[in-house]
C-alpha cells in the first residue's frame, strides 16, 4: 500500500496562506499566488520518532499538511499534466518556532532557523497516487494528547496541488523526492514537552510523533 521507505527525499517546498481560515486566524492576506518557503530534509523525522523543541525557543507551533511527493521530476510544468508527477500522497506537520518566525518577520529576515531546524518536519509514509480516488475528498486531522486541534480537507485549499506544482516548476526544477507541504488550515497551537502529536490522512496513513524539549 505504501511507497518504498528508501525513497530518498530531496528539496521540500514549504506552502504558506492556502486555507482561508488560516489567512484570517494569522490576521493575514491572501496571496495573488502561492507562496512557499524551502526545507533541508534533514528536518524529515519519520512515524515513531520525536520532535525536539530547541532550547532557544519558547513559543513552538504545530501545522498538519497534506504533504505531496514527486515521482517524476520536470521544469515548467503544465498545469494539465501536473498530477503526472506525483508519486504519492501522505501526512505532514510543519513544526514552526512562532518566536524566531515573529522575530524575522519584523526584521525582515529569512525564516529557515524558523522553518527547518532538525526535526521541523515530521513525515508520514506515502500512499501511491494511483491507490486515491480524489484526494480533494480526503480528511486530515490533528490531535494533541489525544484533542482534537485541526480538521480540514484538501478541498478548500486556495492554490490546488496542480496549481502549486505548475507554479514551482517555473522557476525550480522539481527532482524525484521533492515534497510539497500544501499549507495549514485554522488550529494551529503550541506544543509543550511531553506531549504526543497525531495527524492523519483519512484512514490512508497516520503519523505519530512525541515532543521533548530540548535541555
Same mark, same amino acid.
Given at each position: ?18 486555507? $482561508?481560515?488560516?489567512?484570517? #486566524?494569522?490576521?493575514?492576506? $491572501? ?11 534533514? $528536518?524529515?523525522?519519520?512515524?515513531? #520518532? ?15 499538511? /497534506?504533504? =505531496?511527493?514527486?515521482? *517524476? ?8 499534466? $501536473? ?11 510543519? =513544526? ?10 519584523? &526584521?525582515?529576515?529569512?525564516?529557515? /532557523? ?10 508520514? *509514509? ?11 475528498? #480526503?480528511?486530515?486531522? /490533528? ?42 488550515? &485554522? ?29
Amino acid at each position: 500500500m505504501y511507497l518504498a521507505e528508501d525513497f530518498e527525499f530531496r528539496k521540500i517546498f514549504g506552502m504558506v496562506l492556502n486555507y $482561508a481560515d488560516h489567512i484570517t #486566524e494569522m490576521n493575514s492576506e $491572501a496571496p495573488s499566488h502561492p507562496i512557499f518557503f524551502l526545507v533541508p530534509p534533514t $528536518a524529515i523525522i519519520r512515524d515513531g #520518532e520525536t520532535i525536539i523543541l530547541p532550547a532557544g525557543s519558547r513559543e513552538v507551533h504545530y501545522e498538519v499538511e /497534506l504533504a =505531496v511527493l514527486i515521482g *517524476r521530476g520536470g521544469k515548467k510544468i503544465p498545469l494539465r499534466s $501536473a498530477y503526472d508527477h506525483v508519486a504519492g500522497y501522505g501526512i505532514g506537520i510543519d =513544526v514552526t518556532l512562532r518566536d524566531f518566525q515573529k522575530v524575522a518577520k519584523k &526584521m525582515g529576515y529569512p525564516w529557515a /532557523l524558523a522553518k527547518g531546524f532538525d526535526t521541523s518536519a515530521p513525515l508520514s *509514509r506515502f500512499v501511491p497516487r494511483e491507490l486515491i480516488d480524489n484526494i480533494y475528498h #480526503e480528511e486530515f486531522t /490533528l490531535t494533541v494528547n489525544g484533542e482534537m486541534k485541526q480538521h480540514n480537507s484538501p478541498a478548500t485549499m486556495i492554490f490546488r496541488i496542480d496549481e502549486i506544482i505548475e507554479f514551482i516548476s517555473r522557476y525550480f526544477t522539481l527532482n524525484t523526492g521533492d515534497v510539497i507541504f500544501t499549507g495549514t488550515p &485554522m488550529g494551529i497551537g503550541e506544543l509543550q514537552d511531553g506531549d504526543s502529536v497525531k495527524a492523519t490522512l483519512g484512514n490512508l496513513v497516520s503519523l505519530t510523533c512525541s515532543v521533548k524539549k530540548e535541555i
